[in-house]
């Protein structure tokens, strides 16, 4: 048995690996912080020693010229479960009344018989975020731009109050013998497609999502395709468009139709 020691330069072995690994590691430095950054041809990698402390994550100089500010204006309101939650009568009775230059599209307790959206019963926080959106700009209609530019904060307040107080439509889903649409039950995973019913569903709702249940066809479909298409981009950290625009027009009518559903 050989009493010659593993760790020890006189042994040939230990050289030879720890020469192998020395020489692997400067060759993966030199391809990963050389070679592949001065390749690029972005101004923050011009130079070897801007290559090196760019792939390390710390350019010599940072990017100085004047940021490109976005031309679509998105959402401003922060939204919380707990939001506007407890309203009062007095708010609820001024909202009565602002209501009533609403009727024409929204009907007279909420429930539009056009395909304008009901508000009847619609979370006081999702109508309070789309008031303020619509006068922000972040959502855009020829009707509602003009209808919202001389409401305050507190008169949209009070909107939200009085709609949430209404009853809503409830869910109705008649059995007839077809499963509710894959899309609203279980989403599209490989899609990364999250369930409709995980934030808009009678059971459960995600904070500054609307309920669903009881509206148009037309105008769930028209929404799905505006989020798909970016015409519309008040959605929250781009849920919607990143959700809209992976649905089939299959999925999207399907939706559609299941939430549309009323006797």
Known sequence: MSN??????????????VSATVALFLFSALVGFVWLPS??????????????????????????GTPVESTVRTSTVVVTPQMLDHPSATSIG??????MRCTMCHGVRGLSEANS??????????????LQDFRGGARTNAIMTP?????SDQDMKDLAAYYSYLPRLRAYHPDSGEPAPRIVVSGAPMRNIAPCASCHGG??????????????????????????????????????????????????????RYYSNQP
């Open 4 to 17: 010659e020691r593993l760790v020890s330069l006189r042994n040939p072995w230990f050289v030879a690996s």
């Open 39 to 64: 390749a690029q041809k972005d101004a923050q990698f011009q130079g070897l020693w801007n290559a090196i402390c760019s792939a390390a994550g710390v350019p010599r100089t940072w990017y100085s």
């Open 94 to 99: 001024r909202g009565a009344t602002l209501a």
């Open 117 to 130: 959206p009901n508000l009847a019963g619609q979370y006081a926080a999702v109508v309070y975020k789309e």
């Open 147 to 151: 209808m919202v530019g001389n409401l």
């Open 203 to 256: 059971l459960v709702s995600k904070a500054g999502s609307p309920w669903l249940e009881g509206q148009s066809a037309f105008y769930i479909r028209a929404q799905l395709q505006a989020f798909a298409s970016g015409s519309r981009h008040n959605d929250i950290s781009e849920q919607m468009r990143n959700v809209a625009r992976q649905m089939t027009p299959a999925e999207i009518e399907a939706a559609a």
